[in-house]
């Protein structure tokens, strides 16, 4: 990556993979030092996942934060059964259950109402579900409207299965996982959000916003 000059920047669009460990926070620090500018991303991802990140770099970037954010995702999640999570992921507290479901899944989709987990950053009264839900307080997030458009499973086998999941921005894949008995999430992977794939991302590939938006408003035409 190459340093830009503030001074004349116009926006930047940046894939970046992120690895598994690292918060979302991290990954666009990073990629701001290299840049030598201001920025944000467009939708977070839990520190143990990984995948497609956007980062915006430059105010005219950030000022397009929406359009980005509102685009859908595309998840690949290994879920594993006969246990809970606090957390929904590996970094909860974890319930042994042995309660394994037998037979065909009931992968939902369309348009479902779900409850964010308490260990995530939506705000409850001003604050952080989750810094909540650290301090031992109960925490219960207000259900939204989201859409799963695609739910597939592509394996299982004893106690794991995965899961590949087109959806709506707003939608917790841990949620998805957690509902299908007793389950959580132990990999998670974002592979595409709209026209944008991990696989373009490589050491962060970088974007002029004007041809990022081309991207979005032509993919749009198509899908939505």
């Keep these: 990556m190459t340093r830009s000059d503030p001074s004349s920047f116009s926006g930047t669009v940046v894939l970046a993979d992120k690895p598994a460990g690292a918060s979302s926070h991290d990954v666009v620090a990073r990629i701001r030092r290299a840049h030598g500018t201001k920025g944000g991303h467009a939708g977070t991802l839990d520190p143990f996942a990984t995948g497609l990140l956007i980062v915006l770099l430059g105010r005219p970037a950030t000022r397009e934060q929406r359009r980005f954010m509102a685009l859908p995702k595309t998840y690949r999640a290994v879920a594993r059964f006969g246990a809970i999570s606090t ?25 479902i109402r779900q409850r964010p987990p308490a260990y995530s950053a939506v705000k409850v ?57 007793d389950a959580y999430c132990v990999e998670l ?9 991990v696989e373009e991302a490589g050491d962060g590939a970088a974007l002029a916003l004007d041809e990022a938006i081309a991207r979005v408003e032509a993919w749009a035409q198509d899908h939505l």
């Design 125 to 181: 009264g001003g604050v952080r579900a989750y810094r909540r839900a650290r301090r031992g307080e109960a925490v219960e997030p207000p259900e939204r409207l989201v859409a799963v458009h695609r739910f597939e499973q592509l394996w299982r086998e004893s106690d794991r299965a995965g899961f590949e999941i087109e959806c709506s921005s707003g939608t917790y894949v841990r949620s998805l996982i957690a509902e299908l008995g």
């Design 87 to 111: 957390t929904g992921d590996p970094e909860g507290e974890i319930t042994e259950t042995g309660v394994i479901p037998d037979g065909e899944l009931e992968l939902p989709t369309g348009d």
């Design 189 to 197: 992977r974002r592979t595409a959000i709209g026209p944008f794939s």
